[in-house]
């Protein structure tokens, strides 16, 4: 793998200018393309007493989470809303199609843990720190394998979940669904498997997401499709951004009906990291916004929404009475 700065070509490891982007961004770099970075919810969670989403809708407790991705640099989309650096940003270009890690999932899980430790140190002086939760986010048990990039172009992802369950964590993927094979080959499922389904069509599809080979539209819908095959609870996740994807219902409807998650998410677009780049912060939707979206996805699918978090502008839809806890949900 090359980068490339204008005419000129560096080899890895990356280039300082993105590598101390990242580590502005608070970013732990982890072997060569892993990283673990801490989420807001992680802060709310043990200072303000705030937890994620997800904690709401399933249980997972926010102070117990790691948020990670073995596939830091490269990803087969390079979407408008994405908070992640792309290839061509800050005059860098690199082959993000090919991910190179040779970390092995031993290797990642272990810093992983490590990255963990560094970023909860920093509570230890802050007078607001929730002092029981503070000692139980000494012992993760959640990862979200979400961080940015996308994790099947990391070859062994089935052994990297594998070893997070043997260690006693619960994984959500979040994945393009461009690469159907990876998906139906792994080893292990996850916890919970999220497929990000943020066009109603192709041609949203390749304006927003803008997909960098030819039959991805094609292999998103081969991964909708496969949904009903796995064990474990499946979600669409909508990425909502306003004046591109929020119309067309019906046709996220007939997409959804092929798929038949387990869960709906419509989460409204942030502003945040390198997707300020791309997009205006008009770009956003309000949480009504969101919920309309959601009521009207609902009325033509059969879902109902279960929950919501107006904080976060998200809106869960399921068949379900309530979601299914996989976390151990505690405050």
């Known amino acids: 793998m090359n980068c490339k700065s204008g005419g000129d070509v560096l080899q890895e490891p990356f280039p300082s200018p993105l590598l101390l982007a990242l580590k502005k961004q608070k970013y732990?770099?982890?072997g060569a393309n892993s990283a673990v970075k801490r989420c807001k919810w992680l802060y709310e969670s043990i200072v303000n007493n705030r937890p994620c989403y997800k904690q709401k809708f399933y249980g997972i407790q926010s102070h117990?989470?790691?948020?990670?991705?073995?596939?830091?640099?490269?990803?087969?989309?390079?979407?408008?809303?994405?908070?992640?650096?792309?290839s061509g940003d800050m005059q860098l270009r690199w082959d993000e199609m090919h991910n190179p890690n040779k970390d092995t999932p031993e290797q990642i899980v272990a810093g992983c843990f490590s990255a963990q430790e560094k970023i909860l140190s920093g509570y230890k002086g802050n007078?607001?720190?929730?002092?029981?939760?503070?000692?139980?986010?000494?012992?993760?048990?959640?990862?979200?394998?979400?961080?940015?990039?996308?994790?099947?172009?990391?070859?062994?992802?089935?052994?990297?979940?594998?070893?997070?369950?043997?260690?006693?964590?619960?994984?959500?993927?979040?994945?393009n669904g461009n690469l159907p094979q990876k998906l139906?080959?792994?080893?292990?499922?996850?916890?919970?498997?999220?497929?990000?389904?943020?066009?109603?069509?192709?041609?949203t599809y390749l304006t927003l997401c803008r997909p960098?080979?030819?039959?991805?539209?094609?292999?998103?819908?081969?991964?909708?499709?496969?949904?009903?095959?796995?064990?474990?609870?499946?979600?669409?996740?909508?990425?909502?951004?306003?004046?591109?994807?929020?119309?067309?219902?019906?046709?996220?409807?007939?997409?959804?009906?092929?798929?038949q998650p387990t869960y709906i998410e419509a989460k409204a677009y942030m502003h945040i990291g390198f997707s300020n780049l791309r997009l205006g912060f008009e770009r956003m939707p309000l949480h009504?916004?969101?919920?309309?979206?959601?009521?009207?996805?609902?009325?033509?699918?059969?879902?109902?929404i279960i929950n919501e978090a107006p904080e976060s502008r998200v809106v869960l839809l399921s068949r379900l009475e309530k979601p299914l806890q996989v976390g151990c949900g505690g405050s």
């Open 64 to 86: 117990r989470c790691i948020q990670m991705t073995p596939s830091l640099h490269y990803c087969t989309q390079q979407c408008l809303f994405c908070w992640r650096a792309q």
């Open 28 to 30: 732990h770099l982890i």
């Open 288 to 304: 009504e916004e969101v919920r309309e979206f959601a009521q009207t996805l609902a009325n033509q699918t059969g879902y109902r």
């Open 184 to 203: 139906a080959g792994l080893t292990q499922e996850p916890t919970q498997l999220y497929v990000s389904l943020c066009a109603p069509n192709k041609e």
């Open 127 to 175: 007078e607001k720190t929730n002092w029981r939760k503070f000692q139980e986010a000494q012992r993760p048990n959640q990862v979200a394998i979400s961080l940015t990039g996308e994790p099947t172009l990391y070859e062994p992802l089935g052994d990297l979940l594998s070893l997070f369950h043997q260690k006693g964590l619960t994984t959500f993927l979040v994945t």
């Open 212 to 259: 960098q080979f030819s039959t991805a539209w094609e292999k998103l819908n081969e991964t909708l499709a496969l949904l009903s095959s796995f064990r474990c609870p499946t979600v669409t996740r909508m990425t909502l951004v306003k004046g591109y994807n929020m119309s067309a219902v019906d046709e996220y409807a007939k997409l959804v009906k092929k798929a």
